[in-house]
Nanobody, 116 residues
């Protein structure tokens, strides 16, 4: 069974840090584009960061550039999102995603709440 299991969310004060993890099972990340999305209350889901499947290049939304870092551990089949200098605007449910043509997998979401 293909699964993405996200974890690491929680309540943090503004300026604090969290690290999200997303463990894959039933498939390997090797040739998938992987990334993180988030959905804040009352807003649409938006892309936060991703890693290209072809060359490993990373991309970030302007709102998180310089504060968030995406990484993957191929051996552990796990991706991470290190979030520093968190702001109240970062409050959202964070979802991990793995995509390649014809396949699109989502984790269940992990809630990040940043208190100001």
């Amino acid at each position: 069974e293909v699964q993405l299991q996200a974890s690491g969310g929680g309540l943090v004060q503004a300026g604090g840090s969290l690290r999200l993890s997303c463990a894959a099972s039933g498939f390997t990340f090797d040739d998938y584009a992987i990334g993180w999305f988030r959905q804040a209350p009352g807003k649409e889901r938006e892309g936060v960061s991703c890693i290209s499947s072809s060359d490993g290049v990373t991309y970030y939304a302007d709102s998180v550039k310089g504060r968030f870092t995406i990484a993957r551990d191929i051996a552990k089949n796990t991706m991470y999102l290190r979030m520093n200098s968190l702001e109240s605007e970062d409050t959202a449910v964070y979802y991990c995603n793995a995509y390649r043509s014809g396949e699109d997998y989502w984790g269940q979401g992990t809630l990040v709440t940043v208190s100001s």
